[in-house]
């Protein structure tokens, strides 16, 4: 039940919104690579990726996240080249 939003999350995405708590973007057609600055958003409390066609996740969303986020990649496709 997502929004039919498309094309890539913008690089400096968590540069501007350092404070983001909430971040669904679940159940899109949303590509490309998340953005490393999602490891600027040190508040995150909940994050949903899952139902896109991204082709990676910065390890940074692991490392900075705080400790209480919950991250859902239920159903997260990765696209390789071949």
Avoid: K
Wanted: glycine residues 8%; proline residues 5%; contains cysteine.
């Amino acid at each position: 039940m997502g929004n039919n939003l498309n094309g890539t999350l913008p690089d400096e995405m968590c540069n501007q919104l350092p404070q983001l708590e909430f971040f669904y973007i679940n159940d899109n057609y949303l590509e490309g690579t998340i953005p490393r600055s999602i490891g600027n958003c040190t508040s995150l409390q909940e994050l949903y990726f899952g139902n896109n066609f991204f082709t990676g996740i910065p390890l940074t969303i692991l490392h900075h996240a705080s400790s209480s986020c919950t991250c859902g990649f239920v159903y997260l496709l990765f696209l390789y080249d071949m």
